[in-house]
């Protein structure tokens, strides 16, 4: 992977080169939150932020949008427009998201939607420090080395630029007097530095490696499922900001005239009611601690055993919005302490 330097005071000209290169969206505070917006003025953007309200997402499987037109004389696909989106500032976590979101929908079956805008995305990361609520360390997402165009660690003076794709290197090479590949011994030790005090700054860690087993064993205990299913409120946060959580639904719109139909597709959740309701008005999940079930089944032990990692990757969205505290790190911290004390029954 090439790497350049890019002194401070050259980022905002870097930044200028991206504008001119597509619409340009990066991470914005709005009130209580951050979300990455469409960027018109420079200085609304921020980069010492910890997470958006949602990840990237948005930009390949919008939370709403059109999908298919229909008319007498037959119906047309609404694939989305050629045009080049940047999105600067992503972290490592929201990266590797974005890698899951794709073994999804650029699979076997490809998802013409899904591609298209992946197709006009730019994905230009930016490193960052946790919280407590970040558990992208048990995830193994805390680091990244693909999966982006151009990924920036910041440091005292200068920043490291990683090359991640040839869309990345493009854009350095159309302003190549911004960017230096002399890298010396001291800016290596920086780097170094840096990487060590942010290892050393994560606060929580989850056994997610244990899940799998975990969860299959204590499958059928259902009080302990209870215990969140009694307090969930079917909100559906959890799955609109987790940026791995990709389930969605349609509707036909007959428009006024009665002659044509617009076919929308809207992100879903299976934590919401009637998600799992079928045709004759049966519902395979009538209660939360069912729903609640497939949500973290699938995320820490199904997504496993096809794709070996978790459909998790430690964000910390769900444990940050939740309002009642139900989150993956409650969930396994809960589902670990009760197999605790099991063993030290069996010990007495
Ligand atoms: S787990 Fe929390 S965020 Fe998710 S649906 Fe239940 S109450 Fe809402
Ligand atoms: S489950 Fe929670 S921590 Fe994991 S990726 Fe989703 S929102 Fe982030």
Same mark, same amino acid.
């Given at each position: 992977?090439?790497?350049?330097?890019?002194?401070? &005071?050259? /980022?905002? !000209?870097?930044?200028?080169?991206?504008?001119?290169?597509?619409?340009?969206?990066?991470?914005?505070?709005?009130?209580?939150?951050?979300?990455?917006?469409?960027?018109?003025?420079?200085? *609304?953007?921020? /980069?010492?932020?910890?997470?958006?309200?949602?990840?990237? $997402?948005?930009?390949?499987?919008?939370?709403?949008?059109?999908?298919?037109?229909?008319?007498?004389?037959?119906? &047309?696909?609404?694939?989305?427009?050629?045009?080049?989106?940047?999105?600067?500032?992503?972290?490592?976590?929201?990266?590797?998201?974005?890698? #899951?979101?794709? %073994?999804?929908?650029?699979?076997?079956?490809?998802?013409?939607?899904?591609?298209?805008?992946?197709?006009?995305?730019?994905?230009?990361?930016?490193?960052?420090?946790?919280? @407590?609520?970040?558990?992208?360390?048990?995830?193994?997402?805390?680091?990244?080395?693909?999966?982006?165009?151009?990924?920036?660690?910041?440091? !005292? +003076?200068?920043?490291?630029?990683?090359?991640?794709?040839?869309?990345?290197?493009?854009?350095?090479?159309?302003?190549?007097?911004?960017?230096? @590949? *002399?890298?010396?011994?001291?800016?290596?030790?920086?780097?170094?530095?840096? !990487?060590?005090?942010?290892?050393?700054?994560?606060?929580?860690?989850?056994? /997610?490696?244990?899940?799998?087993?975990? #969860?299959?064993?204590?499958?059928?205990?259902?009080?302990?499922?209870?215990?969140?299913? @009694?307090?969930?409120?079917?909100?559906?946060?959890?799955?609109?900001?987790?940026?791995?959580?990709?389930?969605?639904?349609?509707?036909?719109?007959?428009? #006024?005239?009665?002659? @044509?139909?617009?076919?929308?597709?809207?992100? +879903?959740?299976?934590?919401?009611?009637?998600?799992?309701?079928?045709?004759?008005?049966?519902?395979?999940?009538?209660?939360?601690?069912?729903?609640? $079930?497939?949500?973290?089944?699938?995320?820490?032990?199904?997504?496993?055993?096809?794709?070996?990692?978790?459909?998790?990757?430690?964000?910390?969205?769900?444990?940050?919005?939740?309002?009642?505290?139900?989150?993956? %790190?409650?969930?396994?911290?809960?589902?670990?302490?009760?197999? !605790?004390?099991?063993? &030290?029954?069996? %010990?007495?």
């Amino acid at each position: 992977m090439k790497t350049y330097k890019l002194m401070k &005071e050259d /980022f905002p !000209q870097f930044l200028s080169l991206l504008q001119e290169k597509g619409n340009l969206y990066g991470p914005v505070k709005s009130k209580n939150h951050y979300s990455f917006e469409k960027i018109d003025d420079l200085s *609304k953007l921020t /980069f010492n932020y910890t997470r958006t309200l949602m990840g990237l $997402k948005k930009f390949v499987t919008p939370p709403r949008y059109k999908v298919k037109h229909f008319d007498k004389s037959g119906s &047309e696909d609404i694939i989305p427009e050629n045009e080049t989106n940047i999105v600067i500032g992503a972290h490592p976590c929201d990266i590797h998201a974005m890698k #899951i979101l794709d %073994k999804l929908f650029l699979g076997q079956i490809k998802d013409p939607y899904y591609k298209k805008r992946r197709e006009n995305l730019v994905i230009v990361g930016h490193s960052c420090m946790p919280d @407590e609520n970040c558990l992208c360390t048990s995830t193994g997402t805390d680091m990244v080395s693909d999966g982006f165009d151009l990924f920036l660690t910041e440091l !005292q +003076d200068f920043y490291l630029v990683w090359v991640g794709s040839s869309k990345g290197l493009f854009i350095i090479m159309s302003s190549e007097d911004l960017f230096s @590949e *002399k890298i010396d011994m001291c800016d290596i030790a920086e780097y170094t530095t840096w !990487q060590e005090n942010r290892q050393n700054s994560f606060k929580t860690t989850i056994p /997610f490696h244990l899940m799998p087993d975990i #969860i299959h064993l204590i499958y059928e205990k259902d009080e302990l499922w209870n215990q969140f299913g @009694e307090k969930c409120l079917s909100c559906g946060t959890c799955s609109l900001v987790c940026p791995t959580c990709n389930c969605f639904n349609v509707e036909d719109k007959i428009l #006024i005239n009665a002659d @044509e139909v617009v076919r929308e597709r809207m992100l +879903d959740s299976c934590t919401l009611p009637y998600y799992s309701v079928v045709a004759g008005d049966h519902d395979f999940r009538p209660d939360r601690t069912k729903r609640l $079930k497939l949500y973290y089944t699938h995320k820490l032990k199904e997504y496993i055993g096809k794709w070996g990692q978790p459909a998790c990757v430690g964000c910390g969205r769900c444990v940050t919005y939740c309002p009642v505290g139900i989150n993956v %790190k409650t969930v396994s911290n809960a589902f670990y302490e009760a197999i !605790q004390c099991v063993r &030290e029954v069996k %010990k007495i």
